[in-house]
């Protein structure tokens, strides 16, 4: 394999001191750290011999002369970052460029996305350049803090767009933030599909009243009509759900809130996701009926709103081959495929070019904590892998 | 009937009139309108020709000469209160002592008991005089803006306790404060009992995590666990359950209560209540087996915590055939006897002597709200079924 490990490693941990806490990051999109990130990246960018780029999200490219597969994740973090989320995908990235440029092979050009964690929305640089959004539109976001992205790309933001007609395809190396791999000790998964998500907030209104002198059979309580659909739900997902269905019930809220007041509302989410959008869309029939049903058996009151729905983004067949090729090459039994849970940059750029994505194991599971942490053999696995698939 | 509606009723509205709001009242303890009440109700004292004393915490009494009964109850109000509550029992009271007075009958003193509803913890004066907690104690207890009862109550106390052995019992008439009358169109209702209640905080902990990337086999879900527990806890009331028994969940908060992380802890009261102490008590065992249960079969972690208990108070059987003959004669096949879900100052004053209550309907249920009320006739049936049960 050209690639070498040590030199990728090392690479990975000056990252990592750019920003750090403890074991941890904190380069949010645009800070002085982030910034720092990508400048390093552009040093490292302009010594292997590509041309940098920076577009006017923010995004960093470093381009190969030649049309070719694009490689890389993203720098910025969570508040409270792990040292790997994105930069495992950039770095691995960075080391198969150079291990071009050094020893010849099909052209390969590099990207950090900028703003991937939501300091303004979520994939925030793909999703622009995807032309999801417009850059006027995005432009009027606001952090937590009341700052425009107007104002705050200004730090750090060129003037050209990359053509993606440079572009053959994408591949987005990451870690899994789950514990899919970790909890069957494999190296590496290939990842075929970004699974689609929707969420609906469900209200029940009874009455509130004392919890002591209204009978069982004179309420109308809120609670437990939300409990009746919790159970209701589950029971039906027996039938409904796939092998890769998870559903989620993480914001509830009742009022007056109060133990001896028979609640009169319970607000709560349901979020499910799965990569089949039929699937989705059947979930979300239940969801509804299964609630207009609690709520008529228990003369509560129904309001829903649909919050968010995101399509589930299919990964490149042909991609997707050549990375199932290079796992079972570098790690023969050591792998699987696996739909993403989270969101990625991957699934915008699916809307310019052929995209997929590899995976390598996130210790017990943990991401989105300074914790975040993977072997370092599954790093070279994923290295490697991402090697064999681009240069064969 | 020796007592006389229109003057009943008259009081009854002058009462109303004091800490006026809309249809509602303000008058908490020791406020200005409490103190005016108080100060209004010694002067009705004084007309009938019963002996006015104002006892350290504030109590009202309007003392008979002989040993004989104590009938009265509270006239300070919520912070936003109905215009009954409390007042209906006091100004029954009076009324049946002064026809006693005017026409002769068994000694008859009455009482508004000091800060029933709480600004220093509900049912304060009852509870000191009673001799439950001492006067020391209750002076340290502080309202919600930090002022202590020993300060409160410079504005409106006197020297002396009234002696428990002057009264040979203790009748309470009250609102319902629920809808069981109302909903069943009846008169009146005897109480038995007041029913005890137990209170227990149950937290489940088990792991935060994406809920994208967390499959379901390998959650630790607080909320799943709090509904199977909830579901679990209801099956099992199906065979603990009596007729009167009631339970509630009233409190629930969950952590990080966000829809995209399946949640790491679920917070919970379950509370309930039963006129039969070893009832509670089985329920008690139930909830704690239940929570065991739920918390093994999902790897999650347990915290009970108890917070408090209050045993059932029996009312006197004497006075409460009394008070069951009287409302047979008063609204034949038009009452029953219920137990009192809610808390009062029976409660207390059944350590001193012989207690007992009837209550009449509420309407809709509603009481601790402006919109509080009784039908008139239901408010001079209970007024007759009091006097006929002192004065036979």
Request: glycine share 10%; proline share 6%.
């Amino acid at each position: 394999m050209p690639v070498n490990p040590q030199r990728f490693l090392a690479d990975l941990h000056a990252l990592r001191s750019i920003g750090a806490d403890g074991p941890g990051v904190v380069r949010p999109a645009f800070t002085e750290a982030d910034i720092e990130a990508r400048k390093w990246l552009i040093a490292q960018i302009e010594e292997i011999g590509l041309t940098p780029h920076i577009d006017p999200l923010g995004d960093v490219f470093g381009l190969a002369d030649g049309r070719g597969l694009l490689l890389g994740s993203h720098t910025d973090s969570q508040p409270e970052g792990g040292w790997l989320d994105g930069a495992f995908g950039t770095i691995a990235a960075l080391e198969v460029a150079r291990a071009v440029m050094e020893d010849g092979g099909p052209p390969v050009s590099i990207v950090s996305f900028q703003d991937e964690e939501g300091r303004f929305g979520g994939l925030t640089g793909s999703t622009v350049w995807s032309g999801a959004v417009s850059l006027e539109d995005a432009d009027t976001r606001v952090d937590s803090t009341g700052v425009t992205l107007a104002d705050a790309r200004r730090a750090f933001s060129g003037d050209t767009w990359v053509d993606p007609d440079r572009f053959t395809g994408f591949i987005e190396p990451h870690i899994e933030q789950g514990p899919v791999l970790d909890t069957a000790g494999e190296a590496v998964a290939i990842v075929d599909a970004i699974v689609g998500a929707r969420e609906i907030t469900i209200a029940f209104s009874g009455q509130q009243n004392h919890a002591g002198t209204t009978p069982m059979p004179l309420r109308r309580d809120a609670v437990q009509g939300f409990v009746a659909f919790a159970t209701a739900l589950n029971e039906r997902m027996e039938t409904l759900r796939g092998d890769r269905t998870v559903w989620t019930i993480g914001e509830v809220s009742v009022t007056p809130n109060a133990s001896s007041i028979v609640p009169g509302s319970a607000t709560f989410s349901v979020q499910w996701r799965d990569p089949d959008d039929d699937r989705l869309a059947a979930i979300e029939e239940a969801v509804q009926e299964l609630a207009k049903e609690t709520a008529t058996a228990r003369d509560l009151d129904l309001e829903t709103s649909r919050y968010w729905a995101l399509p589930p983004t299919q990964m490149d067949p042909e991609l997707v081959a050549r990375l199932d090729a290079a796992a079972e090459d570098v790690a023969p039994g050591q792998w699987r495929r696996l739909p993403s849970g989270a969101l990625h940059d991957a699934m915008n750029v699916a809307r310019l070019m052929p995209a997929a994505m590899l995976f390598v194991p996130s210790i017990n599971g943990i991401s989105h904590d300074f914790a975040e942490d993977t072997a370092e053999e599954h790093l070279v696995a994923g290295l490697n892998v991402l090697a064999k698939a681009v240069l064969g």
